[in-house]
């Protein structure tokens, strides 16, 4: 590292210069053109080659073993018999012949068994598993396969057909076009005379055992169909003496005249009903009529009654009026008003009593008339009740009558089949004809070793680069400052490269200048600076999201940087838990910053001065937890500023310990350290909302560990930092 002779001012003011990424957001890594897509392959190019590589063994290996094989092709045509399509009754008509189960029926087991023991392909190892050199992987895969299954045989053994079976089934081929009848059959063997006769022998046991299959299938449906007819005929009888049964012992009557001669009872009787209940009502009324006042006279004039009540009302009207004009010429007490008053009392006595009598007579027609309504009623009923008998009796005839129809129909069906059976048995069941016979092929199939080897190459290459963009698209780490342009509240502070083994030793202090990290290191001071108005803060807190971000070796860097230029300097390790920096300045000192804090040590005793002009304080023990200093870390601080010191602390990582985020309150400056290709954004932003306070109005942000060959061939803005003309300039090895 470079050492100024003059120091600088620390407070010098500078002008406000910051790194804008709002002015960069065009430029993006997923920006997919040719050139990143190019980039993104160099970039990726060792997963791409290591799965290349995996890819390409077992293929090499398998396409080293290949042997030529052998394809024999035999076609066959399968139609209908010519008799079928000459028959004019339906005795003669079959049905149509279905070529997918004439290929089935080659692809059948017996035939399958007959080939292979003719033509003896359980004896040849090319099919029989048994026969085979077994090598170690397989006898390894047999004896796994026997711990858990113990039933089945850990190896094939024998000659057995029952292993040849499935291997004649994966070299035979049996299809058809669904546009034509033909069937063509094909078998693959690595002897070019037996893929030749393999088919053309199928053939021939298949025509063997198509005609002794049809005549046996042709008894046994015979046979079959006769005792289905048996069977059928006694259930149709069965049916026809339910019904009819049914239809005697319920007396049912099957004539429509009948059927309309009850309804038409039914409905008069329910007329009648309706007559009489009207007169009911009529003679229910007159009654409250009647009964309704005391005065005859007035009930007979709002009410209907005989004409002999009605002329002595009339006569009594008639003498009242007379008594009205004697009564206008004579006094009261005349002879003549006497008489007439006596004539008058005589007519009413006798309009009650025939009133009276009317109201008994109509009495008598009503208890007449309910009588007569419940003897319709009951008529009724029971006509209503028989009819309904009679309705559940017809439906229940007719779901018999149906069961002993559709009895009748299975068994017409039945006939039909037998004689269809019958005409069939007169005819043969295919006509079939070997249209092209397997010869013997003269070329192997498919292409060369080599046609397969560039093919799994391509292959492989293909997969490995789509590999390597799934991982790239499902990077979610930060590498750039373009990716955190969105985020609040954030000063990017620089770009810092990645050190060698080497060059980050525990003999750091002695190293060789690194000029590309000396430089990041100096932009984060001048980021420092330009963020506190010109001049240095008087204490920062240098963290992360994570550990192993390198916060401590940018915390010491900071702390060298200082101190090479001559500024004061306290370093203080603020892990409490976990803090190594001791192990680099080799300090010596028994207590730390947890012995202060717990107040077993005093300012003194912890600070260690180390020749290279900066103050450290080491973490100290672990094992203390108990701090009785609670405004500890803040007395550090002010004991700092007043020696006129600048205070880094290296504290531990924000999601990990809440004493970062207590310690970020109190410093006037907070450096978020963030590695590159590793640290997330997500986690990133999770620590800023964890550090949100006041005081921390704007976090300092560097991204740490850079790879300048592989950010270079990022797309994003300032991946010229490390172009190669730059890389040339610092003598870096590009």
Not at 337 to 342: A, M, Q, T
Not at 456 to 469: C, E, H, K, M, P
Request: aromatic share 6%.
């Amino acid at each position: 590292m470079t050492i100024s002779t003059l120091p600088p001012d620390r407070n010098l003011p500078i002008s406000p210069m910051r790194y804008d990424p709002r002015f960069q957001v065009e430029t993006k890594a997923d920006t997919f053109d040719l050139a990143s897509i190019l980039g993104l392959i160099r970039r990726r190019m060792i997963v791409i080659i290591t799965i290349t590589v995996l890819l390409m063994v077992p293929a090499v290996t398998t396409i080293s073993g290949l042997k030529p094989t052998y394809q024999g092709l035999a076609r066959l045509i399968v139609h209908q018999p010519l008799a079928t399509s000459l028959g004019g009754d339906d005795t003669s008509r079959g049905d149509a012949l279905d070529v997918k189960s004439e290929t089935e029926r080659l692809l059948s087991r017996s035939i399958a068994e007959r080939v292979v023991r003719e033509m003896r392909l359980n004896m040849q190892p090319e099919f029989n598993p048994a026969l085979r050199k077994v090598s170690f992987i397989q006898r390894i895969r047999a004896k796994l396969r026997s711990l858990f299954d113990t039933k089945k045989p850990a190896l094939p053994v024998g000659d057995g057909i029952d292993a040849t079976i499935p291997e004649y089934y994966q070299a035979l081929g049996v299809w058809h076009d669904d546009k034509s009848e033909v069937i063509q059959i094909n078998f693959t063997a690595s002897d070019a005379e037996l893929a030749a006769a393999v088919p053309n022998r199928l053939v021939s046991i298949y025509l063997d055992e198509r005609k002794g299959s049809v005549s046996g299938r042709l008894v046994l449906a015979e046979e079959w169909i006769r005792q289905r007819i048996t069977e059928q005929q006694v259930r149709a009888d069965i049916a026809r003496d339910a019904a009819r049964n049914y239809q005697q012992s319920m007396d049912i009557v099957s004539k429509e005249d009948a059927q309309d001669e009850r309804i038409k009872t039914l409905l008069e009787l329910t007329g009648r009903e309706g007559k009489i209940e009207e007169s009911r009502v009529e003679v229910k009324a007159t009654i409250s009529a009647l009964e309704a006042t005391d005065n005859a006279s007035v009930a007979v004039q709002n009410t209907i009654v005989p004409d002999s009540i009605t002329s002595k009302q009339r006569d009594l009207h008639g003498q009242e009026q007379d008594l009205a004009r004697l009564l206008e010429t004579y006094d009261g007490n005349a002879e003549a008003v006497v008489d007439l008053r006596k004539k008058i009392e005589q007519s009413r006595i006798d309009l009650d009593l025939a009133t009276k009598q009317y109201l008994q007579a109509m009495r008598a027609k009503l208890a007449a008339l309910e009588h007569e309504a419940n003897a319709v009623q009951s008529i009724l009923a029971g006509a209503q009740e028989k009819r309904t008998r009679d309705a559940l009796a017809q439906n229940e005839l007719t779901r018999l009558q149906r069961i002993a129809e559709k009895e009748q129909a299975a068994l017409d069906k039945l006939e039909d089949q037998r004689r269809d059976l019958a005409a069939k048995a007169m005819l043969p069941g295919a006509e079939l004809e070997v249209f092209s016979p397997a010869s013997v092929p003269l070329v192997s199939q498919g292409r060369g070793r080599l046609s397969y080897l560039i093919g799994a190459l391509l292959a492989a290459v293909s997969a490995a680069v789509t590999a390597a963009f799934v991982i790239e698209m499902w990077d979610r780490s930060v590498r750039s400052f373009d990716q955190l342009a969105g985020i609040a509240r954030t000063i990017p502070a620089g770009l810092i490269p990645r050190l060698a083994r080497s060059e980050n030793s525990k003999t750091i202090f002695a190293h060789m200048p690194v000029p590309m990290f000396d430089e990041a290191i100096r932009t984060v001071v001048l980021s420092l600076k330009q963020s506190n108005g010109g001049k240095l803060p008087n204490s920062i807190v240098v963290t992360s999201a994570h550990s192993g971000d390198g916060k401590s070796l940018v915390a010491r860097s900071l702390a060298m940087e200082l101190a090479a230029a001559a500024i004061p300097v306290l370093l203080v390790d603020g892990d409490l838990r976990r803090g190594k920096l001791d192990a680099f300045f080799r300090s010596g000192v028994m207590c730390g910053l947890n012995e202060f804090l717990n107040g077993q040590a005093d300012f003194r005793d912890i600070v260690y001065h180390h020749p290279s002009g900066i103050d450290f304080i080491p973490s100290g023990k672990f094992s203390l937890q108990r701090r009785v200093r609670p405004n500890g870390l803040a007395e550090i601080i002010e004991m700092a500023v007043a020696a006129g010191q600048i205070v880094i602390f290296d504290s531990a990582p924000v999601l990990a310990s809440a004493d970062t985020v207590h310690l970020t309150a109190l410093a006037e400056r907070t450096l978020a350290i963030v590695r590159w290709g590793k640290t997330s954004r997500r986690a990133f932003e999770f620590s800023l909302q964890q550090m949100k306070s006041s005081r921390n109005s704007e976090i300092i942000v560097a991204i740490n560990n850079v790879n300048p060959e592989k950010h270079a061939l990022y797309n994003f803005s300032d991946s010229e930092l490390f172009s190669k003309s730059l890389m040339k300039y610092y003598k870096f090895k590009a």
